[in-house]
DNA sequence: ATATGTGCAAACTGTTTGCAGCCGC
DNA sequence: GCGGCTGCAAACAGTTTGCACATAT
């Protein structure tokens, strides 16, 4: 498998590669720490001074659309990003608020109850608390 | 197995059996068509004229601290809620926006790699085509 | 020159909060 | 009479939208 630009990946799929959103899609190709659009924009406005909110969404919901990322809902309040797009799962600590992905077993999802539905997006989002926090607690 | 009020549901729980709150748990416990705080308030509305949202909200927040209903977080924008306790994964149809409960086969939750994490919560949310809009497509 | 992307600010939606009045025990 | 529940309105946060300016071909 030959290395894509984010340049590359974005004309792949008809997006006009502009400085703002290739340095977008390079975050989340290389932080796979699922950010909000705030954390980005807070992160990226150091090398994009006038960077505004409004294209961080803008840009997010056009690489949505591309299904070049995918939103991890799993927080009500919070839309969270991933570019990372096999099947797995997400883990949030309710104490640190990290989130941790895991594999899940391709047969998961043979759910015979849904043999009629045509399935085009899967979650899993468990909650609790990583071994990280429970060590701490018992300190 | 006996059945239980919603007021003794309440009453187990220690919070006070208020008319609007046995409404709402009323409302929840016979439908199970995962409302939003805003359904919930419509419907209610007609029998209770003075209910507000707040008190809605107020109440559900209270349920869901007290692990009476639980918390259906499919779409970003919505907070749903759902009396069913027993694991189970929804689907939701992007088309008519109806919500399936459909059943998880329980060894789904033998992750191996989450070993040393305390999982509390699990929520399986898929989305698609259902049947009805499937079909109606095809005619 | 034209089409498209960006950035600001305002609008919007859903949820939460503060506080005054009300009710039930 | 007291504690706590309710309801109004305002506050709030996160996201979206409208519009004018900037940019690239």
Redesign the interface.
């Known amino acids: 498998m030959k290395h894509v630009t984010a340049a590359e990946q974005l004309s792949d799929k008809n997006i006009k590669p502009s400085l703002q959103r290739i340095k977008i899609l390079e975050y989340l190709r290389a932080h796979h720490n699922h950010p909000t659009a705030d954390q980005i924009y807070l992160e990226l406005r150091d090398e994009i001074p006038t960077l505004s909110k409004a294209t961080i969404y803008n840009t997010l919901n056009l690489f949505l659309e591309a299904k070049l990322v995918r ?1 991890i ?4 309040n919070e ?1 969270r990003y991933d570019s990372l797009l096999y099947n797995h ?1 997400h ?1 949030k600590c ?1 104490n640190c608020g990290r989130i ?1 992905d ?4 391709s047969d ?1 999802f043979e ?1 015979m ?2 043999e ?16 990280d926090c ?1 060590d701490n607690k018992i300190k």
């Open positions: 939103l809902n799993i927080e009500d839309m799962g883990f309710i941790y895991f594999q899940l077993n998961v759910e109850e849904l009629r539905f045509q399935i085009t997006d899967k979650n899993v989002y468990y909650k609790g608390m990583c071994p429970l």
